[in-house]
């Protein structure tokens, strides 16, 4: 008698490792447990990368900058309700800044969820997820896993770029399906991020506007860095001659040195200004909203918006030029639309912001040579610049509240996508995170500028960066503290509230990992000690001693900080 060949089986671990293989993603970040300890060792045997982390909070912050950097969603992986809401912050954040990401998290049974009775990691998360992100959905069957990753990607990367959350309940790992079935039930998601074009009458009243500029100004937020239409963006510029203002992301997407930047006179450029185009740059706080006296006398400033969110438009102040479109398109069309006569700029507003800029470069010059210890933030700083300098294609991370603000301004940079930091909200705890995934999706060397406060968020993942061996340099400005290190409890008990162990040794984490520890005290000490961690392409951290009283409160956004009025007697 005939005996019928078995027919080959799939499941839903098989399942969703061929879903996110097919659509090219080739790297999961996350934290092993149940139930999706397995789905990562199977990953990791068909060839994908999986790095595990300490924490998921650093996972999902590595996916999140990973989909900043190559525009394909970063995956993180966690287990359910506790390692899901850990991964959810990074998941809110990749959605408020517009980074690609999905974070997968495994869930417990569907039917003790819902009926509230107790089970293992309970947690309702698709629920929990939906208010903080683009779009949410969970699968309950093998032969969906393909549509329903399919819907993240597309989600994850069309129209503004944002958040997904994927719920897989631990029972959809086991469902087995035929094999042929399984494979045919797969979707490879086509042009994930379809072009869109902006109609010609947005161009041409967006001209229109420009050519009546006396004072115009292009504005680059971290939407332009993410577009990776580099050349067209800098061919913009130079064919416009309009100056431009980088926001923190968007440095060296032209380098900062470039004749037409005005980084160094911002304050001036947005003052004066009579047109700025924004170019994926929003009207949020971090350009004072549009208005108020950072903008110069009220309604002296007209608004050319490019963005692909149509309801950025008006967000804050009138838009009077909206172009809706991705910026490849958007800034192709407006070159075109400038043809050869194009009018460049009135040369005293050229002349003015030149000037401003010659000024500002030339009072900060003296603060960044002093080789005293201990060091202050701008002499530490002006050691770093120059080897961001001589490493431009290094890629800087950087958070902390004078250690960031202090360094957006004195590092320079040259290329685009190399700056990474605290973004939309300003968000401490991002920096092992962004290191890692910076190491793994580039291969690039990577510098991590770190306050001590901000350094403590993630700083255990220092294993991690050991165990993957990763060309990753971890500067710790260590004052003691937070913005300071002199505080004192006025009840005389505990330390102050914003004040760490005086005179601790961040190195010696490092070291306890294996990677390489120093400690330095002046400029020149750092200047050695990171040149030779970055010529190693170990993992390295730096202890930089800094002076405990050099810093401000709140750094550059003590404006923010309430103060109480009352005087207690
Ligand atoms: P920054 O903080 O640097 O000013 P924001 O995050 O505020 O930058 O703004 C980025 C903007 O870029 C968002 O409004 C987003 O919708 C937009 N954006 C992101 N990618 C694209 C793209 N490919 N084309 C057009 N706009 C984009
Ligand atoms: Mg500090």
Known sequence: ????????????????????????????????????????????AEGM???????????????????????????????????????????????????????????????????????????????????????????????????????????????????????????????????????????????PAPAQHPAPEAIARALEVLKSA???????????????????????????????????MAKGLLPDTHPLSAGAARSTALKDSDVVLLVGARLNWLLS???????????????????????????????????????????QALLDGMGKGWQQPPSDWIETLK???????????????SNAAPMNFHAALGALRTIVKERPDAILVNEGANTLDLARGIIDMYQPRKRLDVGTWGIMGIGMGFAVAAAVETGKPVLCVEGDSAFGFSGMEVETICRYGLPVCIVVFNNNGIYRGT???????????????????????MEAFGGVGYHVTTPDELTRAVNEAMNSGRPALVNAVIDPAAGSESGNIGSLNPQSGIKKK
């Open 289 to 331: 909203h549009g208005k108020g006296k950072s903008w110069g006398e009220p309604g002296s400033t007209k608004f050319i918006q490019i963005d692909i969110e149509p309801r950025e438009m008006d967000s804050n102040v009138e838009i009077v030029a909206p172009v809706v479109g991705d910026i490849a398109s958007c800034v």
């Open 49 to 191: 990368r999986v790095i595990s982390f300490r924490h998921e909070q650093h996972a999902g912050n590595a996916a999140a900058i990973a989909g900043f950097l190559t525009q394909k969603p970063g995956i993180c992986l966690t287990v359910s309700a506790p390692g899901f809401l850990n991964g959810l912050t990074a998941l809110a954040n990749a959605t408020t800044n517009c980074f690609p990401m999905i974070l997968i998290s495994g869930s417990s049974e569907r039917e003790i969820v819902d009926l509230q009775q107790g089970d293992y990691e309970e947690m309702d998360q698709l629920a929990i997820a939906k208010p903080l992100c683009k779009a949410a959905f969970r699968v309950l069957h093998a032969a969906d896993i393909g549509i329903g990753v399919a819907r993240a990607i597309r989600a994850a990367c069309s129209g503004r770029p944002g958040g997904v959350y994927l719920d897989l309940p631990a029972k959809l790992f086991s469902q087995v399906m035929d094999a042929e079935a399984g494979q045919k039930s797969l979707v490879k998601v086509i042009d």
């Open 214 to 248: 006396k004072r115009p100004l292009i504005v680059l937020g971290k939407g332009a860095a993410y577009a990776q239409a580099d050349a067209a963006i800098r061919s913009l510029v130079e064919t416009s001659g309009i100056p431009y203002v980088p926001m923190s």
């Open 355 to 369: 000037s401003k800029r010659e000024a500002n470069v030339a009072k900060m010059a003296p603060k960044l040579m």
């Open 487 to 509: 505080d004192t409890d006025p009840t005389g008990r505990d330390p102050a509230t914003t004040v760490f162990v005086p005179d601790s040794r961040y190195d010696k984490m």
């Open 1 to 44: 008698p005939e005996v019928e060949a078995e027919p080959e089986l799939t499941d839903g671990f098989h399942l969703v490792i061929d879903a996110l293989k097919l659509n090219g993603i080739e790297t999961i970040y996350g934290v092993p447990g149940i139930p999706i300890t397995d789905l990562g060792r199977m990953a990791q």
